[in-house]
């Protein structure tokens, strides 16, 4: 596995294997670059840029939606770490930006740990500048794959970084619904989660087709099979299952808008296309 760490402010970098520019593939559209495009970031190729305007011309409200999802990301992580949880494991973080996960658990605790994880080089290039830590908390990158679970677990980055004999929250936002069915998402969720001591927390978000007509989920699902991952979206009952077994906090499985709004929810909240909850480990 190649891995580069970016430790951020008050901390030294360690490097094992710098990413090449090859192994950017900028020709080919990445989801994490794309949603880079749909927040408004300048971290992306042309061709993440043409793909994300072919997703937007089948759905236009992928960028609104990808907000609402950054805005759920937020109060979930503020409310974990007001409830003590000082550290986090961020799968499939994407291009950290202004708001991200070290960035609220430290307003509310500069002690916090945070560690990234992401398949995109692109996060590593750009982590350096764009996450210097705000209080005297760690926050590490690692260039790892959401389908080795076992690997990030085992990382020396992580294990140096977490302490598992505590609780750890773990984030998997937007990420999950681009792994089909046959690389066992619900396996992976639980593997991990098996390695979090009790007090643990789950913050996840998914996409779903539940509120678009199938011709729009087709031309959108379309646009994603040209890039390095597919985009699965599941119902509300299927994302409640990666729950299974946790103390799931209100309000549930909602649209992610609806998650403990901090003011009204807009007309249409309700069926915006990305689920999020929030649950604790006994």
């Not at 007509?213 to 099979?225: A, K």
């Amino acid at each position: 596995m190649k891995a580069e760490v970016v430790v951020g402010e008050q901390n030294s970098v360690r490097q094992q294997e710098v990413a090449s520019s090859a192994d950017l593939r900028p020709e080919i559209p990445h989801p994490a670059r794309m949603y880079d495009y749909y927040l408004g970031g300048k971290d992306n190729f042309p061709a993440d840029r043409e793909a994300a305007e072919r997703a937007l011309a089948a759905n236009p409200e992928f960028r609104s939606t990808a907000r609402a999802n950054r805005g759920f990301l937020q109060r979930a992580v503020r409310h974990v770490a007001q409830q003590g949880v000082d550290q986090f494991l961020d799968i499939g973080t994407g291009i950290p930006t202004v708001g991200n996960t070290h960035e609220i658990a430290q307003q509310v605790d500069p002690q916090a740990r945070v560690v990234y994880v992401d398949n995109d080089p692109i996060v590593l290039t750009h982590a350096r500048a764009l996450m210097a830590g705000m209080g005297r908390g760690r926050t590490d990158v690692l260039q790892a794959d959401l389908r080795d679970p076992a690997g990030i677990l085992a990382a020396t980055q992580v294990r140096e970084l977490l302490d598992f004999d505590r609780p750890v929250a773990l984030v998997l936002a937007a990420v999950l619904h681009f792994l089909p069915e046959e690389e066992k998402p619900y396996r992976i969720v639980a593997e991990l989660l098996a390695a979090l001591a009790p007090g643990s927390y789950l913050v996840l978000s998914h996409g779903t087709a539940d509120f678009i007509p199938p011709e729009v989920r087709d031309r959108v699902t379309g646009v994603y099979t040209k890039a390095t991952a597919p985009l699965v979206g599941r119902s509300r009952a299927e994302v409640r299952q990666f729950f299974d077994g946790l103390e799931l906090l209100e309000p549930g499985v909602v649209t992610v808008p609806l998650w403990r709004p901090e003011a009204e929810p807009a007309q249409g909240a309700d069926r915006v296309s990305m689920y999020g909850g929030v649950a604790r480990k006994g």
